[in-house]
């Protein structure tokens, strides 16, 4: 079987000792350049390649959803392993399954809607994930316009919230790489390092080569060819980095003999793990043989390293509710990686995605055999895997200490804790009648805050009383039937003093529906402030601000 992103052959050899090692400590490595968009960062991979029959794609179909992309996604024509978690998406569309366990109707969203990137790099703000690898495959064929199209989309995406991003060419497959991959970046992606998003490291413009050395019929090049494309790149003033076979440094197993000076030509090494790791015990075995002496190589060689973390295949039943994924964490930090690099973002086809991803049954289609992020029986919230990813970052950066026990719950959950904003005073930019702000924190569901009609924006604010760590708010309409779904856009300000505020979440479309309580969680990022303020700017079920709670967690 040939090697590609979606499959990696591990050695037998390798399998078999997995587990059967003591682990030792790895003192930390120095890097080899300072903390820049990479080094010292948290990098996601994202493939932004979904698109929907009737979005507009020039690519006109269901891409990557299903099996037969001219057809509507079944289950007798599917390719994804796990479905994503819809309700923050404004535009969907809806496809051949089931309904939900919830009876609401099987939906997908298509990357090419601005509104979903521009979520999925919220979500990235709120969670940590410093930059954006924008995954480009060969873009010399029908796909081509759809994917220039997604890097304008990312840029903008990245550029509204604050994250960075860069360009990853994959080679797999593209017979005239050498040639049309130059071309490419000087006609098209080269422009996108005007942005001041673009992912900058030592002052230049980051760019990735993944599939240079992997010793199959998809990547057949010789040494001097892949040599002469990473020079190219250094010569436009880029810092390059490898996506490379685990095996890079032995140049065994799935790397092609041969390519040591292609593989120490880059500024930074990112081995691929996806496939060839699945458990804890591969996890250990992968620090010890891989890990440690791929550190201690790097570092002699002047080269960054960027080792990959995978929260593991749902349908593989990999993530133990989060323990693979940390143990990768413990084990890249505690070797001294200079970043590290998620596999990946929104990969619903290999599984391994850390987007946001059904809960349970409720929220996947009837019947289908796709399984939710409980497979193994732990309840675990549709972000669980970004707010694992958030604490991973923070162990990187120094800012919580070096633990092999995963420090992130599951779930979050509002009834054993305490909300902060419960009877704090509150102030607003108008109310009707007696729907003051005050109904927003007095505990009882069925009173609300009601702003002016017909007058955005509007805002509703709440005193915590002192400086207070929230992490996330709670926000709701009443559960009434009477009130049916809405979306209402919603944007998050902090402030120590009540006169100046911060954005802490841009505004963004929250989907309120009465079959999930009317009630939506927003995480915030980390820091104290004392006020608290929800601006609305948009309501499609009524021309004014509504909310019934206002709640804020620690």
Do not use: H
């Given at each position: 079987m040939a090697i590609s992103r979606r499959t990696f052959i591990g050695s037998a050899a390798a399998a078999s000792a997995w587990g059967a090692l003591s682990l030792a400590g790895a003192p930390g490595a120095d890097a080899a350049s300072p903390p820049g968009d990479v080094v010292g960062k948290i990098t996601v991979?994202?493939?932004?390649?979904?698109?929907?029959a009737g979005d507009g794609a020039p690519i006109d179909g269901w891409w990557h959803w299903s099996q037969n992309w001219g057809q509507t996604p079944s289950p007798g024509n599917n390719v994804i392993k796990a479905w994503p978690d819809m309700r923050e998406y404004t535009r969907t569309y809806q496809t051949a399954y089931a309904n939900f366990g919830n009876g609401r109707p099987a939906t997908l969203f298509s990357s090419y809607d601005q509104q979903t990137v521009d979520t999925h790099f919220l979500w990235m703000q709120q969670n940590g994930c410093?930059?954006?690898?924008?995954?480009?495959?060969?873009?010399?064929?029908?796909?081509?316009?759809?994917?220039?199209?997604?890097?304008?989309?990312?840029?903008g995406a990245a550029e509204a919230h604050g994250r960075k991003f860069y360009i990853m060419y994959d080679a797999t497959g593209w017979a005239n790489m050498q040639s049309e991959m130059k071309a490419d970046w000087t006609a098209k992606m080269a422009a996108h390092t005007a942005s001041s998003a673009y992912a900058r490291q030592n002052g230049k413009p980051v760019v990735c080569i993944w599939g240079f050395g992997y010793d199959d019929g998809n990547h057949p090049w010789d040494a001097n060819t892949c040599l002469d494309v990473v020079n190219w790149f250094k010569?436009?003033?880029?810092?390059?980095?490898?996506?490379?076979?685990?095996?890079?440094?032995?140049?065994d197993g799935g790397s092609r003999p041969g390519?040591?000076?292609?593989?120490?030509?880059?500024?930074?090494?990112?081995?691929?793990?996806?496939?060839?790791?699945?458990?804890?015990?591969?996890a250990d075995w992968m620090y010890q043989n891989l890990t440690v002496p791929d550190q201690a190589d790097c570092t002699a060689h002047g080269i960054d390293y960027q080792p990959c973390v995978l929260p593991g295949d749902v349908s593989g039943r990999q993530r133990a509710h989060g323990d693979f994924m940390w143990r990768q964490f413990y084990n890249m930090v505690r070797a001294g990686a200079q970043g590290i690099y998620i596999s990946m973002f929104d990969e619903y086809g290999?599984?391994?995605?850390?987007?946001k991803t059904a809960e349970n049954a409720s929220m996947t289609p009837a019947g289908s055999g796709l399984l939710a992020l409980d497979e193994d029986g732990t309840a675990c919230s549709s972000d669980?895997?970004?707010?694992?990813?958030?604490d991973g970052g923070r162990m990187l950066k120094g800012q919580l200490p070096l633990t092999a026990t995963r420090p992130t719950s599951p779930t979050l959950t509002t009834g054993g804790s305490t909300d902060l904003a419960r009877g704090r005073a509150t102030t607003e930019s108008s109310h009707v009648q007696n729907y003051g702000a005050g109904n927003a924190v007095d505990g009882n569901p069925d009173s609300y805050w009601e702003s002016a009609n017909n007058a955005f924006p509007q805002w509703l604010q709440v005193d915590l009383g002192a400086a207070t760590a929230v992490t996330r708010i709670v926000v709701a309409v009443p559960p009434s039937s009477a009130w049916g779904a809405r979306t209402q856009t919603l944007a998050v300000s902090g402030s120590t003093d009540g006169t100046a505020f911060a954005t802490l979440v841009p505004a963004t479309g929250y989907a309120f529906d009465p079959a999930r309580g009317n009630s939506v969680t927003i995480t915030v990022p980390a820091g104290s402030r004392r006020f608290l303020r929800l601006t609305c700017t948009g309501n499609t079920g009524w021309p004014a601000g509504q909310l019934a709670r206002f709640e804020a967690y620690s």
């Open positions: 991979g994202y493939q932004g390649w979904f698109a929907c410093d930059t954006a690898a924008l995954q480009r495959f060969n873009p010399n064929s029908s796909e081509g316009p759809t994917r220039d199209a997604m890097a304008a989309k990312v840029r010569g436009q003033g880029c810092y390059v980095i490898g996506g490379v076979p685990r095996e890079w440094r032995t140049s390519f040591g000076n292609v593989y120490r030509a880059f500024n930074m090494i990112s081995p691929w793990m996806v496939g060839a790791v699945g458990d804890i015990a591969g290999e599984g391994n995605q850390i987007a669980y895997y970004l707010r694992l990813t958030a």
